[in-house]
């Protein structure tokens, strides 16, 4: 009878290694098979239009949607929208003198612009959230969703507030929509590359949530922008699920145990049935035996399922200190830097020390450093006075790139898509791939599903129902682009893709997944922008001359 527990015991080890090799053995033509489905999927979205949201000239309207596309042009208008770049003050060059070259200079102030926003939002605005957050005693899964999801998605907040209010075009949606397909793909895949050989490992439970959460998030993005019409009620359901998010982080916990418990189950039930068949006729005659095999096997389960909790502490209190090893090592570095020294080491580092001095200057001046210990008691100020900062670089940054779309002949969804998307995002980038080098891979990809389920519920939800609330007599948004809806149904194809890849690679964070998420990010950003152009149909209004 010993014999038999040990046999029953080998062909358990035995189907499991079988399905591991296999697995492993299949991995790579999975991951393979990725890229042909992404473009299948999204050619079909595109040549079907998914049927919504299809723009077509007033005088034939007679749906709902055409109805609402000549609501959202007024009454009496042409079949086209006003240009943004009337919103803002002139600029001090000419069009012809963009058209001959003029536009590259835009370009190069565009990306000054957001080194700026980089710079004040890493060495001012977040150390000021981290303190608030300290002070409030705010949960770290708490804190990260609110406090420091604000301070990465400052600048797609504040694009979000100038697209509603200022500009209402799509240039805000188009900035949220482009930055979560970059934050996804495009922020994942440079972190992969920069790990390179180094297999970063990944918890699935954290993922797996935020991979849920998110695709939730968007499939609510799908219901409310499908007519190119946001209700007051419609922007208020997501506040509300963000809020909901928070409680959910607040009891992480509580529902990891609870996974972890029902996956063991699933996973005991699954090996008895496989070994039922075999072991029918035995059952009987080795009874007492397997009966007390099973129940240590229960009290080691058990046992596991009690140290679920603690494990997850272990986990967090790991992650912690690797944290904690690469601020002090930040800190370290930043002592050395100085705003009257430059700095010895790296020709690279002082040439941008030189571009950014001015900047560096008038920050020294007029926002409290509060990571100095004598100036932390003005955290309040730092935050308030970097906010400022945020907003009126955040502004300059959308004009410049408005005067770039309207030169070059583009809407502006697609500026939004591209690139104000991956200007905004400049901070996750950098975090990311330091936090990836540092092991923390976990803290990397949650820190970019949290910073975009922050951008949709949030970002979006607030301007839009403040918008609807207080300056609409309608109590309406309207969104320009039917694209965007279009766009909104691919970001569920690029989470199940990021989640299928990770599952196909074991839970490793390495190039292979670098590259293929970049593919994939191209891939996107080129069809995306092949369908605001209506290359495809006739979606996107055009610009009134």
């Not at 697209?163 to 188009?174: K, L, P, Q, R």
């Not at 309040?380 to 009126?392: A, C, E, H, P, Q």
Request: glycine residues 6%; proline residues 4%; hydrophobic residues 45%.
């Amino acid at each position: 009878m010993p014999t038999l527990i040990t046999a029953r015991a080998s062909r358990t080890a035995t189907a499991r290694l079988g399905l591991q090799s296999l697995s492993f053995g299949r991995s790579r033509k999975r991951l393979l098979w990725l890229l042909p489905t992404f473009v299948l999927v999204n050619f079909f979205f595109f040549r079907s239009g998914i049927g919504i949201g299809d723009v077509v000239p007033p005088e034939d309207a007679a749906s709902p949607n055409e109805g609402t596309r000549r609501h959202l042009l007024a009454d009496g208008q042409p079949d086209c929208v006003r240009p943004s770049i009337e919103h803002f003050p002139g600029d001090f060059m000419t069009q012809e003198q963009r058209q001959q070259g003029g536009v590259v200079l835009h370009f190069i102030i565009v990306i000054y612009l957001c080194g700026i926003l980089g710079y004040i939002c890493d060495d001012y605005f977040v150390p000021s959230l981290e303190i608030i957050a300290d002070t409030l005693k705010v949960p770290s899964d708490v804190a990260g969703a609110t406090f420091m999801a604000i301070g990465t998605s400052a600048p797609e907040l504040f694009s979000s507030i100038i697209g509603s209010f200022i500009t209402e075009g799509d240039i805000g949606v188009g900035t949220i929509v482009g930055s979560a397909v970059f934050n996804i793909l495009g922020v994942t895949g440079v972190a992969g590359i920069a790990v390179w050989n180094n297999d970063v490992p990944i918890d699935w439970f954290p993922i797996t949530r935020d991979c849920v959460m998110y695709a939730v998030t968007v499939v609510a993005l799908i219901g409310v922008i499908s007519n190119n019409i946001v209700e007051w009620y419609e922007a208020l359901i997501l506040i509300l699920m963000f809020l909901a998010y928070i409680v959910v982080l607040f009891f992480n916990a509580h529902i990891e145990y609870y996974s972890l418990v029902k996956v063991e189950a699933l996973r005991k039930k699954w090996f008895e049935h496989s070994d039922a068949a075999a072991d029918k006729e035995q059952d009987d005659e080795a009874t007492p035996l397997v009966k007390s095999f099973q129940e240590r096997q229960e009290f080691a389960t058990t046992q596991r399922r009690d140290s679920a909790v603690s494990a997850d502490l272990e986990r967090r209190r790991r992650d912690s200190i690797l944290v904690s090893e690469s601020v002090c090592k930040l800190e370290e570095q930043e002592e050395q830097e100085s705003v009257w020294y430059m700095p010895r080491e790296g020709s690279v580092g002082q040439v941008l020390w030189v571009l950014f001095w001015p900047v560096r200057f008038l920050l020294h001046f007029t926002v409290p450093d509060c990571r100095k210990e004598s100036l932390r008691r003005w955290y309040s100020l730092t935050f308030i006075l970097s906010v400022v900062w945020i907003g009126g670089v955040s502004y300059l940054t959308v004009w410049m790139v408005t005067i770039i779309g309207y030169t070059i002949g583009i809407p502006d969804s697609v500026a939004g898509i591209t690139v104000l998307a991956a200007g905004t995002s400049v901070p996750e980038v950098f975090s990311s791939v330091i936090v990836a080098r540092n092991g923390l891979g976990n803290m990397a990809i949650c820190n970019l599903l949290g910073s975009n389920i922050f951008d949709v519920l949030f970002c979006l939800g607030v301007p839009w129902f403040l918008k609807a609330v207080f300056a609409s007599r309608s109590h309406e948004v309207f969104i320009n682009s039917a694209a965007m809806t279009y766009t909104s149904v691919t970001l569920l194809s690029t989470v199940v893709l990021l989640f299928g890849t990770f599952v196909i690679t074991r839970w490793k964070l390495n190039y292979k997944v670098g590259f293929a998420c970049l593919i994939m990010y191209i891939i996107f950003i080129t069809l995306a922008c092949m369908y605001e152009l209506n290359v495809f149909g006739d979606f996107n209004p055009p610009t009134c001359a």
